[in-house]
């Protein structure tokens, strides 16, 4: 589940690692963006949605949102009883993994920076990192808007939100929202194509791959796999960017109400 289209970011990295699994997405494009939501909104939306998914069978479920996993993970985790999995440690994890000099820059929603989930983790395993939490409210916009496709805008939007920590001494910037991957090329070219870029979608596919054999719940299923997609409201928009970011991703597409 995503807020909106972001969460394809990670199913497009889970289709590539595990070709066998049957993916039920739910983007709830009507009350998007998340990111300036209350934590009781975060929660009851993410609940409701698991209400939904549950009847479709689901052996895992992936907060692929990074707001949801930051506001809502360990309540959803206490109430469900299938593994859940949320995208805040694995892209934490990586930034550790792949930085030189332990300083961070994590670029999120408002809601996520908030929470300082991403400051916590990290510090958790490495205490004397330093962790640099940047606020970007215009991003999931611009992207659900589908004007990150207009070079003029997007590149606007990017310097504007971004100019304050242009010049930060991290040397690894986490994309702590699954939408940014969509500009992630755009991110990379603002800071001069000098930092590490960890897409949080991308290392939240690994553990699930990880996870799934550990659980023994990997798919074993040799035929074609039409993925299930819903949409809470109006899906045109939804579809046009998932054509364009996934245009081999075969799938039934249904708008929904709650
Ligand atoms: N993709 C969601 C996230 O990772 C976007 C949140 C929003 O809707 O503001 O946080």
Known sequence: MDSGVGGLTVVKEL????????IVYFGDSL???YGQRSKEEVLSFTKEIYNFLSRKDIKLFIIACNTATALAISEIRKMIDIPVIGVIKPGSR???????NDNILVLSTRGTMLSHKYKSTIQKIN?????????????????EAFNYKNDDIRNNVISETLQSVKDT???????GC???PLIKQAIDDYFSNEKNIVDSGLETARDVSTLLEFKELLSSNDDEIIHEIYVHGDHQQFEKILNEWMPNFKYTIQSVQL
């Open 127 to 143: 205490k004397s990192a330093i962790v640099t939490e940047h606020a970007c409210p215009d991003f999931v916009p611009l992207i």
């Open 94 to 100: 990586r930034a550790l993994q792949i930085s030189d």
């Open 169 to 175: 001494n991290a040397d690894t910037v986490i994309l």
């Open 31 to 33: 009350r998007c963006p």
């Open 15 to 22: 289709v590539r690692q595990l070709p066998r699994e049957k």
């Open 178 to 180: 699954t939408h940014y």
